[in-house]
């Protein structure tokens, strides 16, 4: 038994070395003293609106720094903070950490004081417009695409929302274009607001043309397996983390082809923040910085996100990265990366009602 116990402190004792040692220099001093706080926690319970999927590399390389730390990640959606400021309310366990994107979420959230302050040693290392409140982190700025179904739309390319509205003109594709249901909630509604807000007037016009013929869906995923299957034959202003970790996919290679939105490219921030309910605090702070670092935002280039720290290279990652983006749609002036707009939540009921009207069926 005595080497038994000998052997776990022994074991414990390395895991932490190996953790101190992946450290990079300019982290602060007393850092060690939060990775040593952490042991004494139950793990980290994560509310996001990434899947499984989207998180693997990043969880997978936070283990080998960290052993001892067991993390648990959400695929919630529009319920995540109201499911937050319930559990909170009750004093019951809820996030430590929550990782979403909204405008209306994220100022409610930090007007209410429930992100915990906090500066990561990786903040001067990731762009000062990530940062958009004290304590709340861009973990990636994601594009929408046009996805299409190449055996319905036959020796075309989309890569225009212009052009998508002009095939809604054709009779035989009535019903086979889908987007997601803006009315369904903030979080949802944010795609097509900002791509709104990029295009005013003649992006309305659009939407009035291709509303009509289109079908709606609250999951990015439910939109891809329907446009395999075909179902449908063209999705729009669609998530990317949802297309390109399938791109390879039995069913999905050869069949599907997609765009970046080259009359306009929305981009769209995913932010974090560790929560004043967590109950581990510091393994939570340790996954943030974790997610910041170049290791971290490698991962989730991995698993489908768009890293936006400017040392990680296209290479490093199997898809795009925030300048790859912008690379590849022609440069900043056609690029529209969502801000925290306060008119968002006035304009609300007047926008809906016009969306709602842009697609109601003829």
Excluded at 8 to 28: D, I, R
Excluded at 300 to 326: A, C, N, S
Aim: hydrophobic share 40%; glycine share 8%; charged share 20%.
């Amino acid at each position: 038994m005595k080497m038994l116990r000998w052997l776990g402190a022994s074991l414990s004792t390395l895991c932490a070395a190996v953790g101190a040692q992946s450290l990079p220099s300019y982290y602060p001093a007393d850092y060690a003293k939060m990775v040593e706080a952490s042991k004494a926690e139950p793990g980290v319970l994560v509310y996001s609106i990434m899947s499984a999927q989207n998180w693997k590399p990043v969880i997978e390389s936070f283990a080998k720094k960290y052993p001892w730390i067991k993390v648990e990640t959400t695929d919630l959606s529009n319920e995540l903070f109201a499911r937050y400021y319930s559990e909170r309310a009750a004093n019951t366990r809820t996030a430590d950490l929550v990782a979403s994107f909204g405008i209306p979420n994220w100022l409610e959230f930090t007007g209410k004081g429930e992100a915990l302050v906090y500066e990561s040693p990786e903040a001067p290392r990731v762009p000062a417009w990530s940062r958009p409140f004290p304590g709340v982190y861009t973990i990636s700025a994601d594009p929408v695409l046009i996805v299409w179904n190449k055996n319905i739309v036959k020796d075309k390319r989309l890569t225009t929302m212009a052009e998508v509205a002009e095939l809604a003109g054709d009779p035989k594709l009535a019903g086979k274009f889908c987007t997601y249901d803006t009315a369904s909630g903030a979080v949802i509604q944010t795609f097509h607001w900002v791509w709104g807000q990029m295009h005013g007037e003649r992006g309305w016009k659009m939407l009035e043309r291709v509303g009509p013929v289109s079908k709606v869906e609250r999951s990015g995923g439910q939109m891809l397996t329907k446009l395999i299957s075909g179902e449908y034959g063209v999705v729009y202003l669609t998530s990317a983390i949802t297309v390109f970790p399938k791109l390879n996919d039995p069913g999905v290679k050869g069949n599907l082809e997609w765009s970046f939105v080259m009359d306009g490219q929305p981009l769209y921030p995913r932010a974090m923040a560790v929560t004043k309910g967590a109950r581990s605090p510091n393994s939570a702070k340790l996954l943030l910085d974790h997610i910041l670092s170049t290791e971290g935002q490698i991962g989730f280039g991995k698993g489908g996100l768009t890293p936006i720290r400017d040392d990680i290279k296209d290479g490093d990652v199997p898809f795009y990265t925030y300048r790859g983006v912008i690379k590849a749609v022609g440069g900043e002036s056609n690029v529209r990366v969502m801000g925290y707009d306060r008119n968002f939540t006035a304009d609300t009921d007047a926008y809906l009602a016009r969306w709602k009207a842009a697609y109601k069926p003829r």
